[in-house]
């Protein structure tokens, strides 16, 4: 295996001990995407977080981020903002693609889910090639 290979594992085993808010408490959402096609970390991602209104259906921008070099977002929602409802991550996997001289299938991806109990952790993973993506609900 490379050096190369070998560091992206240690610091993939390192940030999953890191990854908090801010304010340094740990985020109850957290995502991270992935590059299946070449087997690293979807790096550079820009992503933005919505909460659905249950009223009105409109969406609200919670965040927005990029991801790390490790295709994290650390700090995405804090516990005082993390409320029952529907979200949706929304990935610019056209423009990630673009920035490595690629083109996609898909200009976006955009995930939605249900926070029915805000006192567990949710990790939302995209895994992302060219022509394909999926994701899952991770712990």
């Known amino acids: 295996m490379s050096a190369f290979r070998l560091q992206q ?6 940030a999953e ?12 959402l957290t995502t991270h ?3 299946t096609a070449l087997g690293v970390p979807g790096s550079n991602v820009t992503l933005r977080l919505y909460q ?5 259906d409109v969406w609200h921008l919670v965040t927005t981020g990029t991801t790390n070099g490790d295709g994290r977002c650390p700090g995405l929602i804090t516990q005082e903002q ?11 996997t056209g423009q990630y693609w673009t920035s490595m001289g690629q083109t996609s ?3 976006y991806v955009e995930i939605v889910f249900t926070i029915t109990d805000t006192d567990q952790k949710y990790h939302v993973p995209l895994l992302l090639s060219r022509f394909s993506y999926s994701t899952y609900r991770g712990s």
């Open 52 to 56: 659905q209104d249950p009223s009105s």
């Open 9 to 14: 594992l240690k610091n993939h085993i390192l």
């Open 33 to 35: 995407v992935l590059n």
């Open 105 to 107: 299938f898909y200009p």
């Open 82 to 92: 993390f409320k029952p409802g529907v979200y949706k991550l929304h990935f610019e």
């Open 17 to 28: 001990r890191k990854i908090t808010t801010m304010s340094g408490s740990p985020s109850p």
